[in-house]
């Protein structure tokens, strides 16, 4: 047995990792694609081989944001983002406690994000970048699909931090 329960944890735990698998790729695919604008831009300025192209900004702008909020998704999964260990010789059930505070901090961010990003997607809905005519949503919609993902996984982890303070066992 692996000590999961079965039927709906279980699928639970299945489709944020799948997630979880699907950000790593979509963080590698977005990294990747930005080099070829930035280099871009390098090139263009160093050399009159390669025109200047005023596109690569803002698709390098664009791609960044989407990089730096899928590595905060990421990073709110692995535990490795908002996480400070002061108390490292502590029972697991402190341990637990301590996680569990901070992760209803970063929730409260969470809400944050959803709400204002829904705000600030709403406000770009029918406006376009200026220079590559990108429809600025595609950008703004980061913030909320972030807290969304914040809040999803932060839930799973809660639950097995509850599941720690209650009966002293990891999930």
Same mark, same amino acid.
Request: hydrophobic content about 55%.
């Given at each position: 047995?692996? /000590?999961?329960? #079965?039927?709906?944890?279980?699928?639970?735990?299945?489709?944020? =990792?799948?997630?979880?698998?699907?950000?790593?790729?979509?963080?590698?695919?977005?990294?990747?694609?930005l080099?070829?604008?930035v280099?871009?831009?390098?090139?263009?300025?160093?050399?009159?081989?390669?025109?200047?192209?005023?596109?690569?900004?803002?698709?390098?702008?664009?791609?960044? @944001?989407?990089?730096i909020?899928?590595?905060?998704?990421? /990073?709110? +999964? *692995?535990?490795?983002?908002?996480?400070?260990?002061?108390?490292?010789? @502590?029972?697991? +059930?402190?341990? =637990?406690?301590?996680?569990?505070?901070?992760?209803?901090?970063?929730?409260?961010?969470?809400?944050?994000? @959803?709400?204002?990003?829904?705000?600030?997607?709403?406000?770009?809905?029918?406006?376009?970048?200026?220079?590559? *005519?990108?429809?600025?949503?595609?950008?703004?919609?980061?913030? #909320? @699909?972030?807290?969304?993902?914040?809040?999803?996984?932060?839930? *799973?982890?809660?639950?097995?931090?509850?599941r720690?303070?209650?009966?002293?066992?990891?999930?």
């Amino acid at each position: 047995m692996t /000590g999961q329960q #079965p039927g709906a944890p279980g699928l639970w735990r299945r489709m944020t =990792a799948a997630y979880s698998q699907f950000l790593s790729l979509l963080l590698a695919i977005s990294v990747a694609i930005l080099v070829f604008p930035v280099s871009l831009q390098i090139f263009s300025r160093f050399t009159a081989l390669i025109p200047s192209y005023i596109w690569t900004e803002e698709m390098a702008r664009f791609l960044f @944001v989407w990089s730096i909020m899928i590595g905060a998704m990421i /990073g709110v +999964r *692995e535990s490795t983002h908002f996480e400070v260990d002061l108390w490292p010789a @502590v029972s697991r +059930r402190v341990e =637990a406690a301590v996680k569990l505070g901070s992760k209803i901090a970063i929730f409260v961010f969470a809400l944050v994000f @959803v709400y204002s990003g829904i705000e600030f997607t709403r406000f770009a809905w029918f406006r376009i970048s200026e220079l590559a *005519e990108l429809p600025l949503w595609l950008i703004h919609i980061a913030w #909320p @699909v972030t807290g969304f993902t914040w809040i999803v996984f932060l839930g *799973e982890q809660a639950l097995d931090d509850l599941r720690v303070i209650g009966g002293g066992e990891r999930p």
